[in-house]
């Protein structure tokens, strides 16, 4: 069977070109934070997006259906969270590696070698997810992976140049499972949540919050680089400064991570019952 094709309905351009720019100004905007064009194109990201909400409020084909938000709670609340996950844990590969080679002096090869450990972990692991959503209620499954995350953040943070390095390859095999176990397991809130004319919808905004996640993550790495080091590049002879900041971006990142497996847990995330 065929599915049905809405007709009439014309591409949110403006939506897709607000999106585009918002997202384009808040990226260079972080890398060039210690610069004042930096703090200006910022300043016209937030603008931007904060125009493509109130555009997609009205909009008769709207990119992003905000009405799935105000009457959907278990969908509202499980991409909250993809975002929430997303945003706290993405930067540990970019920190980490930047760890590797500035504060133990390694490679960029070996640091590569040492960083493949979250992903296997993740490629190993991802069944196990789907696995415990068949028994398990979907958001808890979630909240086990977020909890994770959020602790792998936790301990990162507590780093140092001397630490052992098993200690940081332990931290990215926790990270990779606990990425594992939370995908497939909000993926089924958010595509459980909603009736199958929406699924369509429901898909890509998964993927929106993973994106906007992982980007607004890089951008706040960016930005707490960029006042520790300004414009110099992270080397051996600013480690310090360099440590200061990761430490401090480390730790932001795990009480979000901790807020959003509280709100995991507590959450109606839970597929509404059928009539």
Request: aromatic content about 8%; proline content about 7%; overall charge positive.
């Amino acid at each position: 069977m065929r599915p049905s094709v809405v007709r009439g309905l014309r591409f949110d351009w403006t939506g897709a070109v607000l999106m585009a720019l918002g997202m384009m100004l808040l990226t260079q905007g972080g890398t060039h934070f210690d610069a004042p064009e930096g703090k200006l194109m910022l300043a016209a990201a937030l603008l931007a997006l904060a125009a493509f909400v109130a555009w997609e409020a009205r909009a008769d084909a709207p990119l992003l259906d905000l009405r799935l938000f105000a009457g959907n709670k278990p969908f509202a609340f499980a991409c909250v969270v993809q975002f929430i996950n997303y945003a706290a844990t993405f930067g540990i590969t970019f920190l980490l590696s930047l760890y590797l080679q500035i504060a133990r002096g390694m490679t960029a090869g070996e640091a590569g070698l040492v960083l493949m450990a979250q992903p296997l972990t993740q490629a190993v692991l991802s069944p196990l997810s789907g696995a415990l959503v068949e028994r398990v209620a979907p958001h808890r499954v979630a909240t086990l992976g977020m909890g994770m995350g959020s602790a792998a953040m936790a301990s990162a943070a507590l780093l140092g140049p001397q630490s052992p390095l098993p200690l940081a390859v332990a931290i990215l095999l926790l990270c990779g499972a606990g990425t594992a176990i939370f995908a497939t397991a909000n993926v089924s809130v958010i595509m459980g949540s909603v009736a199958p004319t929406h699924y369509g919808v429901a898909s890509a905004m998964t993927a929106a919050m993973r994106t906007t996640g992982m980007t607004f993550c890089l951008v706040v790495a960016s930005i707490a680089l960029s006042l520790a080091l300004g414009p110099h590049p992270a080397t051996a002879q600013n480690a310090p400064q360099f440590m200061t900041a990761m430490r401090a971006v480390l730790w932001g990142f795990a009480l979000l991570g901790a807020g959003g497996t509280a709100l995991s847990l507590y959450a109606p995330m839970r597929p509404p019952a059928a009539p």
